[in-house]
């Protein structure tokens, strides 16, 4: 009688927890009832101090730098002279050191429709020490330019490191909201993941590539002091028979430069970094990524050769949204989705980053991953071992939010809202992490949304309950 006992306590326990765990998932999350304006964004006018030129003939501008190797201790240093090639050295110094080292870059030009771009360069500086500020020039003369960078820390699981999180940003009012914002946030981003849709050049007439040099200087502010990590978006694409201009990503692919083949990637469209407890993964949402294509044979060996004891922390990001609870570019990325989930689930990505919608929304931990054809499980469900998927398209650009949301909220959505914003993605240590989503109206610390990320390698357990209260969660 006692065992009997026992054995039907422990099923009805079972069972209990397991209604209380539907429940809960089942229980749609949060649309947020804050309301902002709808209307579009404008343009911040050419003569804007954001776009300034600096004084002096040919002088270096629309600085930026990313990461230049895959583990963390190169830069690449890139800048455009308006007016003859220059020099294509980059001076560097750790700072307080009296001396300095030389590195040699390479220089490109391009021209696209009636536009012939400046002289672009790119230099990669190699060898670098860990956790060290470095001083670097550009420039020759009295138009010489002089900008820092800090190395992150050695690779390793425990280490802490500040991620910052922006897309589709554009040359607005609100897009130099969004990076001001970013810029004065306390916790600050030691490094940006931009997940594609820069300048929105293709907005203009004729693709006016003019815009990407506004934009180049823009950013310049921030990008030239840590590196932004780049994945191509659909503005980028620039692809323009009707004007002659019949080359995807002429414009994009000579300006921004990525250590693709550190990580024995065959295209700057797909790469990875390792930076810290981090292993970054780079798609390309708008280039071939099919079963047999060069992105599905190169993302199969990359994700093979994760070491989560040295970098705990796996992120992958890309343009299109796998999940997406906004009418504006519904399913766009379901093709990606059925090829490359299982792999996401199998591995334990611990977060998929993506722009594209312009608004903000975050998932609870799903998967759909059993359909057959002939199941019928084609339903997301609850899968401890699935990524968190934040889309983050909501920097600010010209063609305004995507307010419009399919209806009721999906019970896989766990928090969604059309404000413009950024991203903050505080790692701890090998086994947490927290996720804060910035709206541009609220104070710089405010979180207008949060997430503690419990990292899928370490914490295999079951997480808690994803039940969100006034956008805090656990999961």
């Known amino acids: 009688m006692g065992l009997e006992f026992e054995e039907s306590a422990r099923v009805a326990s079972r069972v209990l927890i397991l209604i209380l765990s539907l429940a809960n998932f089942v229980d749609g999350g949060v649309t947020s009832s804050y309301v902002?304006?709808?209307?579009?964004?404008?343009?911040?006018?050419?003569?804007?101090?954001?776009?300034?030129?600096?004084?002096?003939?040919?002088?270096?501008?629309?600085?930026?730098?990313?990461?230049?190797?895959?583990?963390?201790?190169?830069?690449?240093?890139?800048?455009?002279?308006?007016?003859?090639?220059?020099?294509?050295?980059?001076?560097?110094?750790?700072?307080?050191?009296?001396?300095?080292?030389?590195?040699?870059?390479?220089?490109?030009?391009?021209?696209?429709?009636?536009?012939?771009?400046?002289?672009?360069?790119?230099?990669?500086?190699?060898?670098?020490?860990?956790?060290?500020?470095?001083?670097?020039?550009?420039?020759?003369?009295?138009?010489?330019?002089?900008?820092?960078?800090?190395?992150?820390?050695?690779?390793?699981?425990?280490?802490?490191?500040?991620?910052?999180?922006?897309?589709?940003?554009?040359?607005?009012?609100?897009?130099?909201?969004?990076?001001?914002?970013?810029?004065?946030?306390?916790?600050?981003?030691?490094?940006?993941?931009?997940?594609?849709?820069?300048?929105?050049?293709?907005?203009?007439?004729?693709?006016?590539?003019?815009?990407?040099?506004?934009?180049?200087?823009?950013?310049?502010?921030?990008?030239?002091?840590?590196?932004?990590?780049?994945?191509?978006?659909?503005?980028?694409?620039?692809?323009?028979?009707?004007?002659?201009?019949?080359?995807?990503?002429?414009?994009?692919?000579?300006?921004?430069?990525?250590?693709?083949?550190?990580?024995?990637?065959?295209?700057?469209?797909w790469y990875s970094i390792k930076r810290a407890s981090a292993h970054i993964i780079v798609m390309a949402s708008y280039s071939a990524f099919g079963k047999y294509t060069p992105q599905y044979k190169w993302l199969e060996n990359e994700l093979a050769r994760v070491n989560r004891t040295e970098t705990p922390w796996l992120i992958v990001f890309m343009h299109s949204p796998l999940y997406n609870s906004y009418v504006h570019h519904y399913m766009e990325g379901e093709t990606m989705r059925v090829i490359y989930e299982t792999w996401f689930v199998e591995y334990k990505v611990d977060v998929i980053f993506a722009g594209h919608v312009h608004a903000y929304e975050r998932s609870k931990r799903i998967s759909n991953v059993a359909y057959n054809i002939v199941n019928g499980l084609c339903t997301p469900i609850r899968d401890p071992s699935a990524p968190v998927y934040i889309t983050i398209g909501d920097g600010g650009n010209l063609e305004g939010l995507a307010t419009e949301m399919t209806e009721p909220q999906p019970h896989y959505s766990a928090f969604r809202e059309a404000s413009f914003g950024h991203g903050i993605l505080d790692i701890k240590n090998r086994t947490h992490a927290n996720f804060g989503w910035h709206r541009n109206e609220d104070g710089y610390a405010v979180e207008a949304d949060s997430v503690w990320l419990y990292n899928r390698y370490w914490n295999s357990f079951e997480e808690p309950s994803v039940a969100t209260i006034e956008g805090r969660s656990c999961i």
Not at 63 to 74: A, L, S
Not at 171 to 178: A, G, H, I
Not at 210 to 230: H, K, L, M, S, V
Request: hydrophobic share 30%; with cysteine; glycine share 8%.
């Open 36 to 269: 902002r304006s709808t209307n579009l964004s404008a343009d911040m006018p050419l003569d804007s101090d954001v776009f300034r030129v600096p004084p002096g003939y040919n002088a270096p501008q629309q600085v930026h730098i990313t990461q230049g190797d895959y583990v963390g201790k190169g830069v690449i240093v890139s800048w455009v002279t308006p007016d003859e090639p220059g020099s294509n050295t980059v001076v560097y110094w750790a700072e307080g050191s009296v001396t300095k080292s030389h590195a040699e870059g390479i220089v490109t030009t391009y021209k696209y429709f009636n536009y012939t771009s400046g002289y672009i360069h790119h230099c990669t500086i190699e060898d670098l020490e860990y956790d060290t500020k470095y001083c670097y020039e550009v420039g020759i003369g009295n138009t010489t330019r002089q900008f820092w960078f800090v190395t992150p820390p050695g690779i390793g699981p425990d280490i802490p490191y500040v991620f910052g999180l922006i897309g589709d940003l554009g040359q607005t009012y609100d897009s130099n909201r969004t990076l001001n914002h970013y810029e004065l946030n306390p916790t600050k981003g030691q490094t940006l993941l931009y997940v594609g849709d820069l300048s929105y050049a293709d907005d203009y007439p004729l693709h006016d590539n003019t815009r990407w040099d506004t934009w180049g200087r823009f950013i310049e502010r921030n990008a030239a002091y840590q590196p932004w990590i780049w994945t191509a978006g659909n503005h980028e694409i620039d692809f323009a028979p009707e004007i002659g201009e019949s080359i995807p990503f002429k414009p994009y692919s000579h300006r921004f430069h990525v250590p693709y083949k550190a990580s024995d990637s065959t295209s700057p469209f």
